[in-house]
């Protein structure tokens, strides 16, 4: 079976590192014209499919913008996943689940099951109760060619403090979390199975993390677009990580429209090989 490293890779190599976020805002849905409910919710992610197609490998659902409608949403982020997933483009459920072994273990179940109907390619986790706690997981992953993505150092401001403080081992806790992952990577050809998320706001060299332990780890790098980071800097911001990174942008393509997505995903890729 093909690993999902393999896979990711290929993605990349055949559509760019550009992965769009599909992430239904109450605020993009008004903007839209389309209803704040599941039915708006899943109007507005099926045309970010479509404007995807060709343009991007690689999209990223964030399931909190379904997940508040209920039943209702969870029945849309199916679907969406099922049809991104048919139309060739490869799925992270952006879940950032994290717990006890035996959790984690469901959870592995619920996004990355191939019989699970949230099946996606791969999910985000958080791993405040080490790496280790999602060992289920990443089993249960590695059996079905799925991937996951660790948070190491997150885009939003408010992280620094616990991200970057220094850890037992003396290293910054992302610093730590990032080795954690990139050793369970170590011996892979090409890129592993695991992932790290690192926030494209400031650059690495602030987080601890060190970027050389990162050439077997893709790195999944939100922050870009609207959040500020520019995809222009990409190299300046990840140093020798860069060609590890896989950058993810929502609401700066999806806040263009529906008319404006494709056109908004083509600058956005002219801007990233610039
Ligand atoms: O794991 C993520 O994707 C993530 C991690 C992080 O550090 N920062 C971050 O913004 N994200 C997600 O990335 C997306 C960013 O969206 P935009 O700011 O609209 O491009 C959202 O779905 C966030 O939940």
Redesign the pocket.
Known sequence: MTSFGERLRVAVDTHGRLCL?L?PHASLLAQWGLPDSAEGARELALSAVDAAQGRVGVV?P?VAFYERFGAAGYAVLEEVIGHARAQGLLVIA?A?RGDIGSTMAAYGAAWLDPDSPLSADAM?IVAYQGLDSAAPAIDLAREHGRGLFV?TA???PEARDVQQSISGTGRTVAGQLARDVAVKNAGTIGWGMLGV?I?ATEPIARTGIDPVLLAHTPV?A??????GGRLGALRDLFGLAADSVVA?????VLGAGRDGMADALDAHRQELAA
């Open positions: 976020g992430d990223k964030q952006d950032k985000t948070l997150t885009s939003n998320v926030g999944l939100p922050g870009f677009g609207f959040q993810s942008v929502s609401r700066s």
